[in-house]
């Protein structure tokens, strides 16, 4: 597989480790929300479909990426910086 | 494009007829080999030759060797069936010794002097093999054989059954010796990537080459030029093989474009990602100096071009599978190609024109046709070709075919004697590659084959025979024009297409599929799966293809019936009553022909399996006879014998008492460092620790213990602020990785805002641990400045100098439990560093110690590693549950608070030792009560880390038990039920030696 890195192009997945729904981006807070903690750590989507993921560009320059992957044809739709997802969401520091 | 390759030996040049030599007597003029050369080589011991540009089928036939080897089952006698990589029958063994290489298809073996080559899968000999008893014995050999026969008792499977199967299945052998060549991989980028040399893929590349895009040429042929070499057709007005040869030539001359003969695309991956396997020296007795065995290549290709060409498929009749039994196209091939006559009476069964076209060729060299069986009603005679309308019903002969029976329309039948007899069932267009990402090709009724689907991988586009177009014209305008469309898609000008002449004789095919009768019809050659077996498959109702296939294994094993699974299809379909699509396809999968796991491996087999990391005292702790133990990538000293040290025992109980005693030097360097700088990097620790880390002041350094979002440890490790804003975080050696990418998760997706960065510098800096009663002498003589214990207390870290005025960093920490300091100095330096700890600590009676002594020490004190950090333990098992804060948020704290994993009794880190010193106990022995029987209802936990305390005389271990803080003092048994031991143990504090930490501040 191919990933179109946003700031360096199309990259063999081989560079990568998967790490999965990038719903785990959604972290509640541990003082003021933790009956969330449950579904945030043990439940996932996981669609045949399309899906957005979180990849580490572990060999590389280390930026972890949104891709939006279809799970049964692995076209992938798109990848954005996932900082640039987290802070869309709401999340700073 | 970083290299063309300008190799075109690929393509052969015709030489003039020579006369026919007795040695090849089925050689007859004409072809592309060389024959001003000749080349020697070994079937079975016996001596034959060949010329360049033979094959071993093509050298073997044209000696007038027919049986190359035994069927898979039944052990039939069996002759070469096709001229390419699709071959059932004819496999071979090459070489010999350690390059002895089983299954080989004699049809793709390039001949080359002193080539030895031997048959398989019979005993004693492939002329007499007494296996064949199995051919007899068949009616007890069907479909599902082993799954009704061998049923019971299950007892006798293993050990006998199973046994006599493998002896008597199976083909070739391997050699049991280490493969000595090596094998490479390589990456490869091109715009446009074609698949197959024949009229189509040559078209394609060369329009996509004149267009300018960087194009890659590969076939698996040594000859380019696909059925452009096999036929007699003409292009542009010169032959075949003639415009071939120009084309590749004119390719190779240019520097966007790489030829690659020999060289087999296996599997098509996401996005326009090709394997491919070049043999680069199999047509050698050894590679050449330097040169790599094969090499397996990674293609990134835009477009790729689909001219794999297309399979002939056999018919199904009685006895068809004898020697001399071969596919019409490769009976031409090895006519037109390398000048071989399949027989001196030749009979031909066809269902298509193109077979009429091997009897014409045939009939040009002199070779006599003497019938041409079709069962068409239809077909339009030619002139001097002895027609019968019919079909064939049986052979003769049994180490090669002596003749054939006919039954003719009116029902005539007649025995024709010849001695090969040409099947044509249609062709196959080569669609594999594009199903290898789940997209199962079409049925197209007008050439009565399948196509590929429409859902095939975007970017790969079939040409020519492969995209059905069977003519030469066809091949060479859908080649032009497929390509032409692909480089403009990628925005290159295709210059209008010149094509040169060529015949475009139109398809005629009326299927057929088998001869109904009551002897064995052969459908799959290689497995030994006849029409009967298809229709028992029927009969106990595996219908679906998947199930025919595992029922009666056909279309397994080297071909992948490549020649079989069509017409496994059609028989099928004629039993169910269904059409061909209605009853389904069978699925292609990588790779496309057999690969050797060696250049799967490539350079990683050996100690090359793997990265191998050396620490920075690697070289010293060589010299000093170091045993070294893999850790993770790492070799670490494990221990350092010394001369008359007879056990390992002796080494490390020497080194743990002289670290206790004087100092113990120990290179740390394997541990994870990452340097955390910026305004928020004490808030960052103190949300990926459970425990807090903003409140250190700088110039300290604090035990952390890191937690997985579940509340379960991930990892621990000591953080030192060596600034402000500044943290050198350590972490253990086998984590450095997941937890330097968790940082970066944090960081980068739950706070990316704050202002902290990362960078990991477990290679940046040499790391020793000096420990024990004088390591504080030792470093006095090394660090440039006070390190009293006034100036550097117990946990105090800083940046110093060493040497005179090298910086490096001094932590004083300890893992070991006496006073204790790891010194880091830039990489380059460390093994500088450890000599001068040696040379300065001689009178200091300083010992170097290995990763043993190190779990002793660690064992001795009390201290977690890897064993109590299982990836199932809370901080709380560890006994270190006040760590985790619940005045800040952190990863974990949320669920490690959760009841089950809070509860009073819940396991805790303990101590345990023998009751009788002596006792020897087993690491992962389980706790059971005194006088309760050893079943998991009465496991209380398990024994964690053992070692042999040299202080103490008898082994000690940490484990965790239930309630165990509460059940110091107790008696319990450790029992270890693999292992059959059973020790009477005493619970005890897990800080076996100076529990109070009075030797740590010293």
């Not at chain 2, 007899?136 to 069907?142: A, G, I, Q, V």
């Not at chain 2, 510098?761 to 790391?767: L, M, R, S």
């Not at chain 2, 009788?916 to 398990?942: C, E, M, R, T, Y």
Request: aromatic fraction near 8%; charge should be neutral.
């Amino acid at each position: 597989m191919l990933i179109p890195h946003p700031l360096l192009g199309p990259r063999d997945a081989q560079e990568f480790t998967y790490l999965g729904d990038a719903a785990l981006i959604d972290r509640p807070d541990g003082l003021t929300e933790p009956e969330k903690f449950h579904d945030y750590a043990y439940l996932r989507d996981n669609p045949a479909g399309v899906h957005k993921e979180l990849w580490f560009h572990e060999q590389g320059d280390r930026s972890w990426l949104v891709v939006t992957r279809n799970t049964v044809t692995h076209e992938i739709l798109g990848a954005v910086l996932a900082r640039d997802t987290a802070r869309g969401r709401g999340r700073s520091k | 494009m970083t290299e063309v390759l300008r190799d075109t030996s690929g393509v052969l040049t015709g030489q003039d007829a020579a006369p026919v030599l007795a040695s090849q007597p089925m050689r007859v003029t004409g072809g592309l080999v060389d024959r001003s050369r000749s080349v020697r080589f070994t079937f079975d011991g016996k001596s034959y030759t060949g010329h360049p540009g033979d094959t071993l089928a093509s050298a073997l036939l044209a000696s007038g060797v027919k049986l190359m080897g035994r069927s898979f089952k039944y052990h039939r006698p069996r002759g070469v069936l096709s001229a390419g990589s699709e071959e059932p029958n004819a496999l071979v063994e090459l070489r010999s010794g350690a390059r002895r290489e089983p299954n080989t298809r004699a049809t793709v073996a390039e001949l080359y002097d002193g080539l030895e080559a031997s048959s398989q899968n019979h005993w004693p000999t492939l002329a007499f093999d007494a296996m064949a008893v199995n051919d007899w014995l068949s009616p007890f050999f069907t479909a599902g054989f082993y799954y009704k026969t061998f049923m019971w008792p299950a007892a006798f499977w293993e050990k006998l059954y199973e046994p006599i199967i493998r002896r008597a299945a199976g083909l070739g052998t391997l050699s049991r010796e280490p493969d000595p060549d090596a094998y490479d991989k390589g990456f490869l980028h091109c715009d446009v990537l074609v698949i197959g040399a024949g009229p189509a893929g040559l078209m394609a590349a060369l329009t996509a080459a004149r267009a300018g895009a960087r194009v890659i040429l590969a076939d698996e042929d040594f000859a380019l030029g696909g059925r452009l070499i096999a036929e007699t057709h003409e292009v542009g007005g010169q032959s075949g093989a003639g415009w071939a040869t120009s084309a590749v030539a004119e390719l190779a001359g240019m520097p966007n474009v790489r030829v690659m003969p020999r060289t087999t695309i296996m599997g098509v991956f996401d996005h326009g990602v090709y394997s491919a396997v070049e043999r680069v020296s199999d047509h050698f007795a050894a590679p050449l100096a330097g040169k790599p065995r094969q090499v397996l290549w990674r293609v990134y290709a835009k477009r790729a071009i689909l001219a794999a060409g297309a399979l002939e498929r056999p018919i199904a009749f009685a006895d068809n599978d004898r020697p001399g039994v071969m596919m019409a196209g490769a009976v031409r091939a090895y006519l037109n190609r390398w000048g071989v006559a399949a027989g001196k009476r030749v009979a031909l069964f066809v269902n298509n024109d193109d077979g009429m076209r091997t009897a014409r060729d045939l009939m040009a060299r002199g070779v006599e046709v003497v019938a041409v069986v079709d069962p068409r009603r239809d077909i339009r005679r030619q002139a001097g070709l002895p027609h019968m309308l019919g079909v064939v019903t049986g052979t003769t002969g049994r180490l090669g075919l002596t003749g054939i029976n006919v039954r003719r329309i009116d029902g005539r039948e007649e025995h024709v004697v010849c001695d090969a007899l040409a099947v044509s069932g249609g062709w196959n267009p080569t669609v594999a590659l594009t199903a290898h990402q789940s997209a199962r090709p079409v049925w197209d009724e007008k050439i009565s084959a399948f196509l590929a689907s429409p859902n095939a991988p975007a970017g790969l586009i079939p040409v020519g025979a492969a995209a059905g177009a069977f003519s030469t014209h066809g091949a060479l305008a859908s080649g032009a024009a497929k390509a032409a469309e692909a480089v403009e898609a990628l925005g290159f000008r295709a210059p209008a297409a010149d094509l040169p002449q060529a015949e475009d004789a139109p398809v005629r095919i009326a299927p057929f599929w088998h001869v109904p009768g009551k002897g064995r019809a052969w459908v799959d050659f290689q497995n030994d799966v006849t029409v009967k077996d298809v229709k028992l498959a029927h009969q106990e109702n595996f219908r679906s293809v998947e199930h025919l296939k595992r029922y009666t294994t056909l279309g397994m094993a080297t071909d992948q019936g490549k020649t079989s699974n069509v017409l496994g299809l059609a028989v099928m379909a004629e039993l169910t009553g269904q059409s061909i699509p209605e009853t389904g396809t069978t699925m292609f999968r990588p790779p496309y022909t057999p690969v050797a796991m060696g250049v799967l491996a490539g350079r990683s087999r050996g100690e090359e399996f793997k990265p191998t990391r050396l620490t920075p005292s690697h070289k010293w702790a060589e010299e000093r006879g170091a045993v070294f133990v893999e850790v993770g990538m790492w070799l670490r000293a494990q221990w350092f014998p010394r001369p008359g040290e007879t056990t390992w025992r002796e080494s490390v109980d020497r080194e743990v008492l002289a670290t206790r005693k004087a100092v113990g030097v120990c290179d740390v360097t394997t541990l994870g460092k990452i340097d955390i700088q910026g305004t928020d990097a004490g808030l960052f620790l103190d949300r990926v620790y459970a425990n807090t880390f903003s409140t250190l002041p700088v110039g300290k350094v604090r035990y952390g213990l890191m937690l997985r979002e579940d509340g379960i440890v991930m990892d621990d490790g000591t953080t030192a602020r060596m600034g402000e804003h500044e943290y050198v975080m350590t972490t253990t050696t086998a984590n450095a990785v997941p937890v330097f990418r968790h940082l970066e998760f944090c960081r980068q997706c739950l706070w990316p805002d704050l202002d902290v960065q990362l960078i990991s510098t477990t290679e940046a800096w040499a790391q020793f641990s000096v420990a024990g009663p004088n390591a504080r002498a030792l470093l006095s003589r090394i660090v440039d400045q006070d390190i009293s214990d006034a100036a550097f207390p117990y946990m105090a870290c800083g940046n110093v100098t060493v040497c005179g005025g090298l910086r490096a960093r001094l932590f004083r920490i300890s893992f070991s439990g006496e006073m204790a300091y790891e010194i880091a100095v830039p990489t380059r330096y460390g093994d500088a560093l450890v000599r001068e700890l040696m040379a300065q600590g001689q009178d200091l009676g300083v010992t170097p110690y290995g990763t043993e002594a190190l779990g002793v020490l660690r064992v001795e004190k009390g201290h977690v590693a890897g064993n109590e950090l299982n990836g199932q333990t809370t901080a709380l098992n560890m006994g270190l549950g006040k760590m985790v804060s619940k005045k800040k948020d952190s990863i974990g704290m949320v669920l490690s608070q959760r009841e089950e994993l809070v509860r009073e009794d819940g396991l805790r880190l303990v101590g345990i030792k023998p009751v009788d010193p002596a006792a020897q106990l087993k690491a992962g022995s389980h706790f059971i009560a005194l006088g309760k029987d050893p079943v998991a209802a009465n496991d209380d936990g398990w024994i964690t880390s053992l070692v042999h305390s040299p202080h103490l005389r008898h082994q000690i271990a940490l484990g965790y038990l239930k309630n165990g803080a509460a059940r110091m003092g107790e008696r319990l048994r450790a029992v270890n039920l693999l292992a059959k031991t059973e020790v009477e143990v005493e619970i005890v504090s897990p800080h076996f030696i100076d529990p109070q930490g009075e030797r740590l501040r010293g």
